[in-house]
């Protein structure tokens, strides 16, 4: 069982800046994939960006150029780094881990997701 806890949401003028922290706790060794997704008012949940264990993070085009992510793999946790920021960026974001991870016991099918924070972008 792996848990997922954000932080780092809340209010900002456009064209400022946050970053958003997520921390795996549990039994956990590694992640193999860690995202950010983000679901606005009355719109569907979209992926933000994403970041395997090794390698670049791939974006989503209204992001690129604005947002980074990274993660510090001895501490599962991900960072998503937010420049620019607009009024449509305001959402919910949430973490996503997934498709598996690695445990005491091996590998096994993991899709945890986090409870979500609010970042309002504010024109």
């Known amino acids: 069982q792996v848990q997922l806890v954000e932080s780092g949401g809340g209010l900002v003028q456009a064209g400022g800046s946050l970053r958003l922290s997520c921390a795996a706790s549990g039994r956990v060794i590694s992640l193999n994939v860690m995202g950010w997704y983000r679901q606005a008012p009355g719109k569907q949940r979209e992926l933000v960006a994403d970041?395997?264990?090794?390698?670049?993070?791939t974006y989503a085009d209204s992001v690129k150029g604005r947002f980074t992510i990274s993660r510090d793999n001895a501490k599962n946790t991900v960072y998503l780094q937010m420049h620019g920021l607009k009024p449509e960026d305001t959402a919910v974001y949430y973490c996503?881990?997934?498709?598996?991870?690695?445990?005491?016991?091996?590998?096994?099918?993991?899709?945890?997701w986090g409870q979500g924070t609010q970042v309002t972008v504010s024109s």
């Open positions: 970041i395997g264990s090794v390698g670049a993070g």
């Open positions: 996503h881990a997934g498709p598996s991870a690695l445990y005491t016991t091996g590998w096994a099918l993991l899709d945890s």
